[in-house]
């Protein structure tokens, strides 16, 4: 096991499965002492039980919704006190899928609450002990919408879009002191969202599971849908020492699907 972030502290949202739950395995698996933040407090023990542990390297998680972010803020504020978080990882569900035009307001509003406002939330609480030390990580786990929208995805490209230029602006105003903030783009990944994509689609067309994951594969120049393990290893390359000088960017991890640059 190398252990590059050894010593180091990390909180990782939406850690219970998928790409928050591979990004915190890859990044404990490195050295890093891990805090699992999402809803589920028993599914957050179960997880934590099965993140790499090495001598001295405790695990831990708080059980916290992003959308409540009045309690998340007293929370997070109170634990940063006593556990300074070097990385944070900010990773959250996306919205339910559905044409821009036919949603409902409150679902944008219930969006940017919980990828905006929650993300920021926990920045707030968190960047002062980053400056403090003059270092730091900010990994924004977002889409590829954010380059290209994705279709029948209107919220999310919309909210997406909103999370990547906040991203973007926080590596600005944050970079002077040592602190790096990014944005990691997933494509089509192996995670339960994909398989509800998938649902919510053959049931609009009337096409067949296989039909549509098929044709959703044949937009993929690598001809395969991702690993939750493939994103979570960009995570943590942004995470450690080899990350240090990339700030400001959006990252594909894609597989090739978006067709700009």
Known sequence: MTTPLNGLHALVCGSTQGIGKAAAIALAAQGARITL????????????????????????????????????????????????????????????????????PAAFLAAFTLHVVGFQTLVRALVPGMKERGSGRIINVISTSVKQPLPNLGVSNTIRGAVANWGKTLANELGPHGITVNNVLPGATETERLTAIIANKAHKTGASLDAVRTEMINEIPLRRFAKPEEIAAAIAFLAGPSGAYINGINLPVDGGRTACL
Request: proline share 9%; glycine share 10%; net charge negative.
């Open 37 to 104: 933040l999402a809803r589920d407090e028993a599914q957050l023990a179960l997880t934590a039980g099965e993140l790499p542990t090495a001598v001295g390297q405790r695990h831990g998680w708080l059980a916290c919704d992003l959308s409540d972010t009045a309690a998340l803020g007293s929370r997070i504020t109170a634990f940063a006190a006593e556990h300074p978080v070097h990385i944070l990882v900010n990773n959250t569900g996306g919205p339910p899928p559905g044409p821009a035009h036919e949603a409902d």
